[in-house]
């Protein structure tokens, strides 16, 4: 059974910094690519951030890029979101995915929520100004 548990998310003044963890099991943590996706109230799920596990490749929205920097832990099959200089509108569920197939190394990332079947539970990520 695939299982994707997150954790690190709190409340946080502007500016300041959170380290999200996505602790996986159930599936060969190496050959998927596991991501971030966020959710604000009233607005659709976009993609934060992912990692392609193969080969390392990374993708990053606009929106955080600069400011936020994924990170995968192979002996702990763990990814880490570290989030900096947050902003009130970081402020969402952060919800970690996992592919459902391998992707080999070079293989373009999919970035929409359609694309994923494994979902953590979610974690608040809430930001005050």
């Known amino acids: 059974e695939v299982q994707l548990v997150e954790s690190g998310g709190g409340l946080v003044q502007a500016g300041e910094s959170l380290r999200l963890s996505c602790a996986t099991s159930?599936?060969?943590?190496?050959?998927?690519?596991i991501g971030w996706f966020r959710q604000a109230p009233g607005l659709e799920r976009e993609g934060v951030s992912f990692i392609r596990n193969s080969d390392g490749g990374t993708w990053y929205a606009d929106s955080v890029k600069g400011r936020v920097t994924i990170s995968s832990d192979n002996a702990k099959n763990t990814v880490y979101l570290q989030m900096s200089s947050l902003k009130p509108e970081d402020t969402a569920v952060y919800y970690c995915?996992?592919?459902?197939?391998?992707?080999?190394?070079?293989?373009?990332?999919?970035?929409?929520?359609?694309?994923?079947?494994?979902w953590g539970q979610g974690t608040q990520v809430t930001v005050s100004s």
């Open positions: 995915v996992a592919s459902d197939v391998a992707v080999p190394r070079g293989i373009a990332i999919v970035i929409v929520p359609e694309g994923y079947d494994y």
């Open positions: 159930g599936f060969t943590f190496d050959d998927h690519v």
